[in-house]
C-alpha cells in the first residue's frame, strides 16, 4: 500500500493569524503593577494583596488536583451509614462480623 501525495499549499500572508499582543500588553501591566504596589502600599495592604495570590495558587493547585487530573474521586467516600461506623475488613483481617 503506498501513500498518495496531497500537495500542500502554503497559507497566504492575508489569512494567517496575527499576534494577539493585548495579552502580552496586559500582562506587562499586571507585572509592573505587582512591581510598584508593595513600595507604595501601606504594609497591611501589601499583606492583603500576598494572602490573595496566595490563596490564588493554592485554590489552582487544588483545581488541578481534583478537576483537571482527578487525582482525588469522591466516589471513593463510603455512602451508608454503617460503612462510616465501622472499619472495613482488611483492616481487621476480616475478623469483622455484621448482624
Not at 487530573?69 to 462510616?84: D, E, F, H, N, Y
Request: aromatic residues 8%; positive net charge; charged residues 15%.
Amino acid at each position: 500500500m503506498s501513500a498518495t501525495k496531497v500537495p500542500v499549499k502554503p497559507v497566504p500572508v492575508t489569512e494567517r493569524k496575527k499576534p494577539d499582543w493585548k495579552w502580552a500588553g496586559l500582562a506587562l501591566l499586571l507585572a509592573a503593577a505587582a512591581i510598584y504596589a508593595p513600595f507604595q502600599l501601606v504594609p497591611f495592604h501589601v499583606f492583603q494583596l500576598t494572602m490573595v495570590l496566595v490563596y490564588a495558587v493554592v485554590l489552582l493547585g487544588l483545581n488541578l488536583l481534583v478537576g483537571h487530573a482527578g487525582q482525588i474521586s469522591s466516589a471513593t467516600v463510603p455512602s451508608s451509614p454503617s460503612a462510616r461506623t465501622r472499619p472495613p475488613s482488611s483492616w481487621t483481617g476480616g475478623r469483622c462480623r455484621t448482624r
